[in-house]
């Protein structure tokens, strides 16, 4: 899913012009991070949840030439389908 498809259904179902619906299809992404910046989840009912979750830092290998690596610790996102979700699909 992108932002351009996000904008196309808004579109389709408002009657709002194209560059209105791009707009909004941004402000919805911008408030879902930022909701999971300030909280660590983001629940959005009969579809799932992302949550934020934090690696630790690892040794890794370089797959070219098998060389270890070190990878920082860091900030990923899951996601979790929601049983309506898991039914639908």
Not at 19 to 41: D, F, S
């Amino acid at each position: 899913m992108s932002k351009a498809f996000i904008a196309k259904v808004i579109q389709q179902s408002t009657e709002v012009s194209r560059a209105t619906a791009i707009r909004a299809a941004g402000e919805l992404i911008r408030a879902i991070v930022a909701t999971l910046k300030k909280t660590g989840k983001f629940t959005l009912s009969r579809f799932g949840t992302f949550t934020v979750h934090r690696t630790k830092a690892r040794k890794a290998l370089n797959p070219q030439t098998g060389a270890s690596i070190r990878v920082k610790a860091r900030k990923t996102v899951r996601f979790k389908a929601s049983p309506v979700l898991k039914r639908a699909v």
